[in-house]
């Protein structure tokens, strides 16, 4: 639900979300949910960012994204990034900082 609220549909680029949103929130929720676990932080962090990312702001914006009748459609991608990927590592990243904090 989040990276359906910050992302927009750009014409000529596509779904367009800052690359920071879904990794920080996710990170977040996921030491809020395994503050027992820290382990499980990074793992469920990246699984969070990755599904929430493709689900949130790419597949809820298809209406909005047919609508701007585009050549090409491109799944996964945030502007120049690949978004998905970009998003997945940087949960990695910051669950792993979190924890060793």
Do not use: W
């Not at 977040?28 to 949130?56: D, K, N, Q, R």
């Not at 996964?76 to 690949?82: L, R, S, V």
């Amino acid at each position: 639900m989040i990276s359906k609220v910050f992302s927009k549909v750009v014409n000529g680029v596509g779904v367009v979300m800052n690359p920071l949103i879904a990794p920080v929130f996710s990170v977040l929720l996921s030491y809020i949910l395994f503050f027992h676990e820290p382990i499980l932080v990074p793992m469920s962090a990246y699984v969070s960012s990755v599904i929430g990312t493709l689900v949130g702001a790419d597949l809820l914006n298809t209406k909005k994204i047919l609508e701007a009748r585009p050549q090409i459609i491109s799944v996964g991608g945030m502007g120049t990034f690949d978004g998905i990927f970009i998003s997945g590592l940087l949960s990695i990243f910051l669950g792993q900082l979190l924890i060793s904090l």
